[in-house]
């Protein structure tokens, strides 16, 4: 299996020093005056040093010149061959630029950063080949990461020996100015293709590989029961509800929110806040949504078209929670987190909640 | 810590020092299955012809078209075969078995296998007239008696099995309660917990049952916001466990209970665990309807490979007339079996009972009473706190929830900072624990503690097996910050290097018999 490599030099610089994020010069610039120190290099040398202990020190890596790749590779005892020179200072074009050559000639591109990383891998590579990251960010809401350096070498490598399936992953980034602000504010970007082994919980062999789609079935069964004729779903993002679309004999994208008829045919895909009250407007309907990530979000992220209005029309009493037991297990006792942007929504929504986990199963869990 | 460190002794001097761990070194005999040693017209056992023409005696409908396709073997094969795989084992006679938490293994007295084996118990036939069997009768009744003291329940059967089938019985008797009282169309909702076994839930789900699941909150107890929010009238049962898998004695289980019984729903509590609290509470006490016993984990009967163990219901007398049937009563001068209870939820398994594992349980009370009956379950919580000291002093090694509190019987053990730190995990960590001749068990699913080891030391360990089990799990956390590979490669010394898991979990995969395994793995 051939492995690509690049590494975003200044991702997570902005950390340490307090200016939770790294995107933009002027960041930068504030961040090495108090006097940050790059680290994205040292853990992606990390995770290259896993990946040798597991797979051999034959292993040849394609990269980035420098600091964007060839010397994380050569700290990890590993031969890089570069394909691609940046310029200096490095810029996220220059991560694009890297990732878009490394794309072709890899199988599996591993990159060093954080969500802004992940949303530059995104725009170069998009599905085209399977990814994964290496935690070095300040913000990192998206999925794509090992959950420290080290297993992000070790899913590298289970993903070499076989065995591995390949999902996809959110990509999620925080608007940095409104949260040096104060605000937090997310979005969903798009998916990436990762290998499929659970980051939370690491037990990639004993994680229920059959005990996941077989609760998604008992959802999409329990979803189906609990449909009037005629009222239409609301499915909300992420690989979970994509899932449950499947077992209702949908295919929808896993970006967006969906409309499913109760037959499970895609009655509208991908729709726009404004479009989706007028659908809830017309027909009593259901809603269906899922936290996202693990990171327990379950409104107000990545799914903002199922805005305040959409809820208030549909009524809170519809609003379906769906999850697996395995990812409510994975939040670690962390409650669900709803940010609708509206503050008497939230409070109304808050409070224990019950969850579908399958078929005739709920678990009854804390909304934050 | 190093294997080959010596404690020297004064037999060093002749025969050399040994290594300070056990060098363990499993039987590898590559053993095919007995169909694949069959031998076309090899014989064990020449059964002689019948008597009588039996196409004249049998029903159409018994008899075979084609002969059954058997292995064919001598009995030194079949001997060989056996004592091989016997040797490819770890279990609770040959083994420190503390590894497997929640399965209470302890001693199982030999003298009590003398009793069961005599020809007095082992000749008799669940179908003879009762009157040619008051003795067992007898044993069942007292054993009835006795684990109604120490429940504080009024009636208890020991009809049903163990495990699952006790937790059903449970959950039927629940059923046929509100059936009886005509709320069933009404209560149609069990809550449990995630940490509870979980056949609750899935006992509950198979008897019709919508199931609710709390998780723990950040003391690691059952929610009981979760509860407030989960009961109501639809409510007909909580099913539940104390302490839970994680040790963790709940203190408000009487709130528990109260909730449920104020919604209108049953409790009942799941005590096939029982080892930490015999003779120091009850089910009753907290205020349960109904709870049940394994009889192979806390009263020291075998556990048999999921197969023959016993259980025990207890039920309060508003209960009673669901209890599984028939039930064994005396009327002052005779034992005899009551099969006329027309509420009952019926039989759970065959006539009445595992019999021989319930003249084992009554062998074990009779022989330590009920004072020792309370040490046990007092040197169990010793044994388990004085194994948590020691596993808490390895590196790596935490025990999530309730920081500083003890632990009652058992504990939920968690390697997360290991994982983190070494890239090892707990299936790694097991693995290489069965090098040293031991092994251990991570725990259910969904894993809500990560990285999970259930440990439970019951009071058949001493001190020098647990420090012996602490020490392996030392040298192998040690080896996994020195020497991962080691670890993760292993085992090195044992039969089986490392189980394909998707065998295990897929059902296009896994074969547990010989017409699966041909089908799904030989393709044929």
Redesign the interface.
């Given at each position: 299996m051939r492995f690509g490599l690049v590494v975003n030099p200044v991702a997570g610089l902005g950390g340490r020093v307090g200016l939770k994020g790294s995107d933009g010069a002027d960041v930068q610039r504030r961040a090495r005056a108090l006097g940050a120190e790059p680290r994205a290099g040292e853990r992606a040398a990390r995770a290259l040093a896993?990946l040798r202990?597991?797979l051999g020190a034959g292993l040849t890596v394609r990269t980035a010149a420098g600091a964007m790749g060839a010397d994380a590779v050569t700290a990890a005892g590993l031969r890089a061959e570069v394909a691609y020179e940046p310029g200096a200072p490095t810029t996220p074009a220059d991560t694009k630029a890297a990732a878009a050559v490394l794309a072709a000639e890899v199988d599996l591109l591993l990159f060093a950063g954080g969500d802004g990383t992940a949303r530059d891998v995104l725009d170069a590579v998009g599905p085209a080949v399977p990814v994964l990251g290496v935690p070095t960010g300040v913000k990192m809401h998206s999925a794509v990461f090992g959950?420290?350096p080290?297993?992000a070498?070790?899913a590298a490598a289970l993903m070499a020996t076989g065995g591995t399936a390949i999902r996809d992953a959110e990509v999620m980034d925080l608007d940095e100015d409104a949260v040096r602000e104060g605000r937090v504010s997310a979005r969903l970007y798009g998916h990436l293709r990762v290998p499929d082994v659970p980051v939370?919980?690491?037990?990639r062999?004993?994680?229920?590989?059959?005990?996941a789609p077989a609760s998604v079935g008992g959802i999409a069964a329990e979803l189906r029961r609990r449909l009037g004729p005629g009222e239409p779903l609301v499915l909300g993002p992420g690989g979970t509800m994509r899932a449950v679309a499947a077992a209702l004999g949908a295919d929808v994208p896993v970006m967006g929110v969906n409309v499913l008829d109760r037959d499970g045919r895609l009655a509208a895909a991908d729709v726009s806040a404004a479009r989706l009250e007028e659908i809830v407007r017309e027909t009593p309907a259901w809603v269906a949504v899922t936290p996202i990530g693990g990171q327990g979000f379950l409104l107000g992220r990545g799914n903002q078209q199922i805005s305040p209005a959409v809820l208030r029309a549909v009524g809170t009493d519809r609003l379906l929670v769906v999850a697996?037991?395995?990812k409510?297990?994975?939040l670690?006792?962390r409650p669900l987190l709803v940010d609708t942007g509206d503050e008497d929504l939230d409070r109304e929504l808050t409070?224990?909640?019950?969850v579908l986990?399958g078929h005739?199963?709920?678990?009854?869990?804390?909304i934050c | 810590m190093n294997t080959d460190r010596a404690t020297v002794t004064p037999a060093d001097a002749k025969i050399g020092p040994k290594p300070r761990l056990r060098r363990f070194h499993q039987a590898r005999w590559d053993e095919p299955l007995l169909f694949e040693l069959s031998s076309p017209g090899e014989r064990g056992v020449l059964v002689p012809e019948p008597g009588v023409p039996l196409d004249d005696s049998l029903p159409e409908g018994l008899r075979r078209t084609t002969p059954p396709a058997l292995p064919e073997l001598s009995q030194l094969h079949v001997l060989r075969h056996y004592l091989r795989l016997s040797q490819e084992n770890l279990g609770v006679d040959l083994n420190i078995d503390v590894g497997q938490g929640t399965c209470t293994m302890k001693y199982s007295p030999k003298v009590n296998d003398r009793f069961v084996r005599d020809p007095k118990l082992a000749e008799l036939h669940p179908l003879q007239d009762e009157r040619t069997v008051q003795g067992v009768l007898e044993i069942i009744y007292r054993l009835e008696r006795m684990l109604r003291e120490i429940s504080g329940m009024d009636r208890v059967s020991l009809q049903p099995g163990a495990g699952s089938a006790a937790i059903y019985a449970n959950v039927a008797m629940i059923r046929a309660y509100f059936a009886a009282r005509g709320e069933l169309e009404q209560r149609d909702e069990v809550i449990t917990t995630i940490f509870s076994h979980p056949s609750n839930a899935a006992c509950a789900k198979t008897a019709g049952f919508k199931v609710i699941t709390l998780y723990p909150d950040a003391d690691g107890y059952p929610d009981i916001e979760a509860l407030k929010a989960a009961v109501g009238p639809r409510t007909a049962a909580l099913l539940i466990t104390n302490p839970e898998d994680t040790g963790i004695f709940n203190p408000r289980i009487e709130e528990f209970v109260r909730i449920v019984h104020d919604a209108g729903g049953l409790c009942a509590y799941d005590q096939a665990n029982a080892n930490g609290i015999l003779g120091i509470t009850r089910a009753r006490d907290a205020g349960f309807d109904l709870c049940h016993f394994n009889l192979h984990k806390t009263f020291s009967t075998p556990h048999a490979c999921g197969g023959p163990a016993a259980g025990a219901c207890g039920v309060t007398e508003a209960l009673a007339p669901f209890l599984p049937k028939p039930t064994v009563e005396f009327d002052g001068t005779r034992y005899h079996l009551d099969d006329d209870r027309p509420e009952s939820v019926g039989k759970i398994r065959p006539f009445y009972g595992v019999v021989p594992n319930l003249v084992r349980a009554y062998a074990w009370i009779m022989s330590l009473g009920a004072e020792g009956l309370r040490e046990a379950a007092e040197v169990a919580v010793l044994n388990n706190n004085y194994l948590m000291k020691k596993v808490l002093e390895i590196r790596g090694a935490s025990a999530p929830y309730a920081e500083g509190r003890r632990r009652i019987e058992q504990v939920r053990y968690s390697w997360a900072t290991l994982a983190e730190e070494t890239g090892v995990h707990t299936e790694d960590i097991g693995y290489r624990a069965a090098d040293f001749g031991t092994h251990y068990w991570t725990s259910h699913h969904p894993f809500v503690v990560p990285e999970p080891m259930t440990l439970e030391p019951t009071e058949s360990y001493s001190r020098a097996d647990l420090d012996e089990y602490a020490a392996i799990l030392a040298e192998v956390a040690r080896e996994a910050y020195e020497e991962p590979e080691t670890v993760r490669t292993a085992p090195h010394r044992s039969t089986v290097h490392r189980i394909r898991q998707d065998t295990l979990e897929d059902p296009e995969t896994w074969a547990v018999t010989w017409r699966a395994y041909r089908r799904k793995i030989l393709g044929q």
């Open positions: 896993e202990s597991r959950v420290s080290r297993a070498g070790e939370r919980i690491q037990q062999k004993l994680g229920g590989s059959v005990t697996t037991e395995a409510l297990a994975a670690g006792g409070g224990h909640r019950p986990t005739g199963r709920t678990a009854v869990y804390p | -």
